[in-house]
């Protein structure tokens, strides 16, 4: 006997698996035995659940024998779609009742379904063909015993409810098919969403840029389901970001470099999409191919300007297409905007904290002794807060407020700050008042209010003993107590008119021996935790910068 054909090979009569599998189900609950035909009368499936009776005595007959034109051939060649269902009695006992698959006017395909006869009975016509069939006529009679009988009309009937049902379950595959692909657009749209959604949510201009392109391109790694993402800035777009790609594909440096020139170059004279399915093949891109297979990179443009790009590689289990490439030219457009704003951020940083460093020069100028006090003070409040578990955006600030700490020195006499012998009483009452002249000028400046607590309260002492306000303990801020260790710690280190500087050594046993009294204990912990060579190195570094503004002031000095 002919093997079955399997279900998928109904595919091309366009009827999907799980609708025969249910149709053939329904058949087989009233004694009916499912089959699809071709058109050309061969079969396509059959139900190979259904009653032994079928599947060892019908369905031989209606295959007929290997290399010769099926039975059904004939019959089903002359189907008319307009006529839905017609009946054959070519096997004794058995009644066919045909119903044609049709679409666009054609037959596609045609359902067979058999039915036992009420005709069936063992006589000379039967025996002859179960002899030809290579069947036992007693088991063949015993096994239609149990299969229902269907006169023509009955199964006229039967067909065509059956005819409604196709109609229907083919109706109910293809609405499923649509929701399906419906649900797959809204669950990537959904996800292309939130990620842009996510983008925008970290756009804080004051976050790095290497953070913010780390975090994009894992996001859009997972969304878009592929081995790597990396991102090209230009570097004259003031933001200090070399090449960088992320995921399983590691690039050398060499290549990494070599493949951000020909991006950057691509897009300067093309600022659309680039899509390469065969790395292999590009001429251009050759030297990539012994790493990725495919590339999609996008470029980041403002106004007219490409800022730089952002590319992708190998896509997980498909190549890249069209939708990949719309959703990374939003996710581009999005990272552009960031990038905008924050060169235009870096911009007034910079500009500002140049304008912060030349005030604070200014105050230095008027005291050769404490040249380069202002930065390192800055520097080590830094280290100190980052010690103490702040994170690096407090620090930052930190850093700030320790390098305008003594901005109120500006309103002492020259004479006070330099005086080399000991100060009277009213001239250290002038020195104290220093840290609320300080206050004063930096209040109206919006933008460093949350600096002034340290510049004002950078002398109270732990003990409550210091001023402008006497306060003590957790009541100074902590920004004041950050300041006031790193204050006094740069003051032992320097030298002076009166003492030497102090060696670092002895200056850090002055800091645990202070530490509960003017120095808060636990900011004193962290700050004898710090690497002495690593603070030996730093005051080192600015010794140099210190020493050329010295003879600078003493150059001005000696022309007036």
Same mark, same amino acid.
């Given at each position: 006997?002919?093997?079955?054909?399997? @279900? !998928?090979?109904?595919?091309?009569?366009?009827?999907?698996? +799980?609708?025969?599998?249910?149709?053939?189900?329904?058949?087989?609950?009233?004694?009916?035995?499912?089959?699809?035909?071709?058109?050309?009368? !061969?079969?396509?499936?059959?139900?190979?659940?259904?009653?032994?009776?079928?599947?060892?005595?019908?369905?031989?007959?209606? /295959?007929?024998?290997?290399?010769?034109?099926?039975?059904?051939?004939?019959?089903?060649?002359?189907?008319?779609? $307009?006529?839905?269902?017609?009946?054959?009695?070519?096997?004794?006992?058995?009644?066919?009742?045909?119903?044609?698959?049709?679409?666009?006017?054609?037959?596609?395909? @045609?359902?067979?379904?058999?039915?036992? $006869?009420?005709?069936?009975?063992?006589?000379?016509?039967?025996?002859?063909?179960?002899?030809?069939?290579?069947?036992?006529?007693?088991?063949?009679?015993?096994?239609?015993?149990?299969?229902?009988?269907?006169?023509?009309?009955?199964? /006229?009937?039967?067909?065509?409810?059956?005819?409604?049902?196709?109609?229907?379950?083919?109706?109910?595959?293809?609405?499923?098919?649509?929701?399906?692909?419906?649900?797959?657009?809204? $669950?990537? !749209? =959904?996800?292309?969403?939130?990620?842009?959604?996510?983008?925008?949510?970290?756009?804080?201009?004051?976050?790095?840029?290497?953070?913010?392109?780390?975090?994009?391109?894992?996001?859009?790694?997972?969304?878009?389901?592929?081995?790597? *993402?990396?991102?090209?800035?230009?570097?004259?777009?003031?933001?200090?970001?070399? +090449?960088?790609?992320?995921?399983?594909?590691?690039? +050398?440096?060499? #290549?990494?470099?070599?493949?951000?020139?020909?991006?950057?170059?691509?897009?300067?004279?093309?600022?659309?999409?680039?899509?390469?399915?065969?790395?292999?093949?590009?001429?251009?891109?050759?030297?990539?191919?012994?790493?990725?297979?495919?590339?999609?990179?996008?470029?980041?443009?403002?106004?007219?300007?490409?800022?730089?790009?952002?590319?992708?590689?190998?896509?997980?289990?498909?190549?890249?297409?069209?939708?990949?490439?719309?959703?990374?030219?939003?996710?581009?457009?999005?990272?552009?905007?960031?990038?905008?704003?924050?060169?235009?951020?870096?911009?007034?940083?910079?500009?500002?904290?140049?304008?912060?460093?030349?005030?604070?020069?200014?105050?230095?100028?008027?005291?050769?002794?404490?040249?380069?006090?202002?930065?390192?003070?800055?520097?080590? !409040?830094?280290?100190?807060?980052?010690?103490?578990?702040?994170?690096?955006?407090?620090?930052?600030?930190?850093?700030?407020?320790?390098?305008?700490?003594?901005?109120?020195?500006?309103?002492?006499?020259?004479?006070?700050?330099?005086?080399?012998?000991?100060?009277?009483?009213?001239?250290?009452?002038?020195?104290?008042?220093?840290?609320?002249?300080?206050?004063?000028?930096?209040?109206?400046?919006?933008?460093?209010?949350?600096?002034?607590?340290?510049?004002?309260?950078?002398?109270?002492? =732990?003990?409550?003993?210091?001023?402008?306000?006497?306060?003590?303990?957790?009541? @100074?801020?902590?920004?004041?107590?950050?300041?006031?260790?790193?204050?006094?710690?740069?003051?032992?280190?320097?030298?002076?008119?009166?003492?030497?500087?102090? +060696?670092?050594?002895? $200056? *850090? #046993?002055? @800091?645990?021996?202070?530490?509960?009294?003017?120095?808060?204990?636990?900011?004193?912990?962290?700050?004898?935790?710090?690497?002495?060579?690593?603070?030996?190195?730093?005051?080192?570094?600015?010794?140099?910068?210190?020493?050329?503004?010295?003879?600078? /002031?003493?150059?001005?000095?000696?022309?007036?």
């Amino acid at each position: 006997m002919t093997q079955p054909l399997s @279900i !998928s090979a109904a595919g091309s009569v366009g009827v999907p698996a +799980p609708v025969l599998e249910n149709l053939a189900a329904r058949m087989r609950q009233c004694g009916l035995f499912l089959t699809l035909l071709r058109s050309d009368g !061969s079969l396509a499936y059959h139900d190979p659940s259904t009653e032994p009776f079928f599947l060892k005595f019908v369905l031989p007959a209606m /295959q007929g024998d290997p290399g010769s034109r099926p039975p059904l051939a004939e019959p089903a060649a002359a189907m008319n779609p $307009a006529s839905p269902i017609a009946l054959w009695s070519m096997i004794p006992g058995v009644i066919i009742a045909a119903v044609p698959h049709v679409e666009r006017r054609a037959i596609r395909g @045609i359902f067979a379904i058999a039915a036992k $006869a009420h005709t069936f009975r063992q006589n000379d016509e039967l025996l002859r063909f179960c002899e030809r069939a290579g069947v036992d006529s007693t088991w063949l009679q015993h096994q239609a015993d149990v299969v229902p009988s269907y006169g023509e009309e009955s199964l /006229q009937r039967q067909a065509r409810l059956f005819l409604g049902m196709v109609r229907d379950q083919l109706r109910l595959a293809s609405l499923e098919q649509e929701l399906e692909m419906l649900s797959a657009q809204l $669950a990537n !749209s =959904y996800e292309e969403l939130s990620l842009i959604y996510q983008l925008s949510g970290g756009m804080k201009v004051n976050r790095s840029a290497g953070d913010f392109f780390r975090q994009a391109c894992l996001d859009v790694m997972q969304v878009m389901d592929i081995r790597a *993402m990396g991102v090209v800035l230009r570097g004259d777009g003031g933001l200090d970001q070399p +090449p960088a790609v992320y995921g399983s594909i590691d690039l +050398p440096r060499s #290549t990494l470099e070599r493949l951000a020139d020909h991006l950057l170059e691509f897009f300067s004279h093309r600022p659309g999409p680039l899509q390469v399915n065969q790395i292999e093949k590009d001429r251009h891109l050759s030297f990539l191919s012994a790493h990725a297979r495919q590339l999609l990179a996008v470029p980041l443009v403002r106004g007219q300007q490409v800022l730089g790009c952002l590319f992708a590689l190998d896509k997980n289990h498909d190549e890249f297409n069209s939708v990949d490439s719309k959703l990374l030219t939003s996710i581009s457009n999005e990272s552009a905007v960031y990038l905008e704003n924050a060169m235009l951020f870096e911009d007034v940083h910079g500009l500002m904290m140049g304008l912060l460093h030349s005030l604070t020069s200014a105050v230095d100028a008027k005291d050769a002794y404490t040249c380069g006090h202002s930065e390192r003070v800055a520097l080590l !409040s830094r280290q100190l807060a980052l010690a103490a578990g702040l994170p690096e955006p407090e620090a930052d600030r930190v850093y700030m407020a320790g390098l305008l700490h003594d901005v109120g020195k500006i309103g002492v006499p020259e004479a006070v700050l330099q005086k080399a012998g000991r100060l009277t009483p009213e001239e250290f009452d002038q020195i104290k008042k220093h840290p609320e002249i300080g206050a004063r000028i930096l209040r109206d400046i919006r933008q460093i209010e949350d600096i002034i607590p340290g510049v004002l309260h950078h002398h109270e002492r =732990y003990d409550g003993k210091g001023y402008p306000a006497g306060l003590a303990g957790e009541d @100074i801020p902590r920004m004041g107590r950050i300041i006031c260790l790193a204050d006094c710690f740069d003051a032992m280190t320097s030298s002076r008119t009166y003492r030497k500087a102090l +060696p670092l050594e002895v $200056a *850090m #046993t002055e @800091i645990h021996r202070c530490a509960g009294t003017q120095f808060d204990p636990r900011l004193a912990d962290a700050f004898l935790k710090l690497s002495t060579a690593e603070l030996r190195d730093m005051l080192k570094n600015h010794s140099v910068a210190a020493r050329t503004l010295l003879d600078l /002031q003493q150059s001005i000095r000696s022309a007036a």
